[in-house]
């Protein structure tokens, strides 16, 4: 195991990868840049994820890792994950599964960035980020939340600029469908948000 700052790398584009990380405190996130240094954030990750797990295949990383925040992350090594593939069909099923599913929310971004909208980009990712807490906020306590990423962030994962990040925030306030107070968040109206975010949660396969 091995406490991560934040923006700490975990993996770097172009290296031989050995092990798969499992991140268990904090968030981490995929990336590529430019051949000019421009970021575009691929995914983030939360506890219980594992990051990189098609790397037992693709030996060299194609795209950064990085903790988003102070994070936790356990190394599993390629070759324990290939081992226990082959000893149990079960557990290589539900590799395959998550696999899947990663590639699902992939699509998804794709389309986020490539066709919607400034104020629905934002208001989607608000929503996954949401929604893979625990599900949809049916109470209170659910409704608060603290979003761990910043707006120069959200903008490297929504292809804008931090500047058009604060202004889509703002409007969403004013619309009542959050509230803020710098990186603690309210929904105030769920069904409303998924509404201006074109979001179904289908392509997360939570069931």
């Known amino acids: 195991m091995q406490n991560v700052r934040g923006n700490g790398y975990l993996l770097r584009d172009g290296q031989m990868v050995r092990d798969c990380s499992l991140v268990l405190e904090g968030h981490a996130f995929r990336s590529k840049l430019t051949g000019v240094g421009q970021r575009q954030i691929l995914s983030f990750h939360r506890r219980g994820d594992i990051v990189d797990l098609h790397h037992q295949e693709l030996r060299t990383a194609?795209?950064?890792v990085q903790a988003l925040?102070?994070?936790?992350?356990?190394?599993?090594p390629i070759e324990a994950i290939r081992a226990t593939i082959d000893a149990r069909p079960n557990v290589a099923r539900a590799l395959w599964?998550?696999?899947?599913i990663d590639g699902s929310i992939q699509r998804e971004w794709i389309l986020n960035v490539g066709r919607r909208d400034a104020r629905t980009r934002i208001a989607h990712l608000l929503c996954e980020?949401?929604?893979?807490?625990?599900g949809p906020p049916l109470d209170d306590a659910q409704r608060r939340f603290e979003l761990p990423m910043s707006q120069e962030q959200i903008a490297d994962a929504t292809a804008l600029t931090p500047v058009h990040v604060n202004r889509m925030l703002q409007n969403l306030e004013a619309e009542q469908l959050i509230a803020r107070e710098r990186r603690m968040f309210v929904v105030q109206d769920w069904?409303?948000?998924?509404?201006?975010a074109d979001?179904?949660?289908a392509y997360l396969h939570f069931d």
Request: aromatic letters at 10%; charged letters at 35%; proline letters at 3%.
């Open 191 to 196: 069904d409303a948000l998924c509404r201006v």
């Open 129 to 134: 980020l949401i929604y893979r807490r625990e």
């Open 69 to 76: 925040n102070e994070a936790r992350i356990a190394w599993i």
């Open 97 to 100: 599964r998550d696999s899947l």
């Open 62 to 64: 194609d795209h950064n």
């Open 199 to 201: 979001f179904d949660p």
